[in-house]
T-cell receptor, first 111, second 114 residues
Framework: QKEVEQNSGPLSVPEGAIASLNCTYS??????FFWYRQYSGKSPELIMF????GDKEDGRFTAQLNKASQYVSLLIRDSQPSDSATYLC???????????FGKGTRLHILP | DAGITQSPRHKVTETGTPVTLRCHQT?????MYWYRQDPGHGLRLIHY???????DKGEVSDGYSVSRSKTEDFLLTLESATSSQTSVYFC?????????????FGPGTRLLVL
């Protein structure tokens, strides 16, 4: 059974600091990795995807992938109260038609 | 935002009654998915479709059926609703599987089964 694991949190981070969210996955054949943000009462929205080892930056967000360790992370720089949400890690295998989601990490940015 | 709508957005029903949720897309995407989301369980796949009249089961398909007679519509039916099916239901769409191809979610339907 393919699994994606995340710490449920809540992770509390002071405003302006770096928030670090982590995710591990079980299927070594996984090829694409996604981070979704979900505000309370809303649907998940895609914020980042990555498929090559290393870092990918988009504004204040950086996704990091280490396939050898089966580990993907999301860094949020200069954290803002508006970043308070649940972050879902998701993983897809090569040409798989399904994405496996983690249960999410709740992030709380302290003003 | 991806053109995905769900109807109804909220529904209260009684145990034993049939319920149908509708997902409608305007993106002409091949794949459509139904998930339920519950505290402590995250997003769980119920059924998905990879084309008109082509569907397959997900991890929590018992008690649910689906139909897709047109590219743009994917229906989820609870044949006889139970209280354990109280949940938030999300529809998602995606193109053909490929590097970076992801899923986009609809606004969700909150279902309460009394």
């Amino acid at each position: 059974q393919k699994e994606v694991e995340q710490n449920s949190g809540p992770l509390s981070v002071p405003e302006g600091a770096i928030a670090s969210l982590n995710c591990t996955y079980s299927d070594r054949g996984s090829q694409s990795f996604f981070w979704y943000r979900q505000y309370s009462g809303k649907s998940p929205e895609l914020i980042m995807f990555i498929y090559s080892n290393g870092d990918k930056e988009d504004g204040r967000f950086t996704a990091q992938l280490n396939k050898a360790s089966q580990y993907v992370s999301l860094l949020i720089r200069d954290s803002q109260p508006s970043d308070s949400a649940t972050y879902l890690c998701a993983v897809r295998g090569n040409r798989d038609d399904k994405i496996i989601f983690g249960k999410g990490t709740r992030l709380h940015i302290l003003p | 935002d991806a053109g995905i709508t769900q109807s109804p957005r909220h529904k209260v029903t009684e145990t034993g009654t049939p319920v149908t949720l509708r997902c409608h897309q305007t993106e002409n995407h091949r794949y459509m998915y139904w998930y339920r989301q519950d505290p402590g369980h995250g997003l769980r796949l119920i059924h998905y479709s990879y084309g008109v009249k082509d569907t397959d089961k997900g991890e929590v398909s018992d008690g649910y059926s689906v139909s897709r007679s047109k590219t743009e519509d994917f229906l989820l039916t609870l044949e006889s609703a139970t209280s354990s099916q109280t949940s938030v239901y999300f529809c998602a769409i995606s193109g053909n599987p490929g590097q970076g191809e992801t899923q986009y979610f609809g606004p969700g339907t909150r279902l309460l089964v009394l």
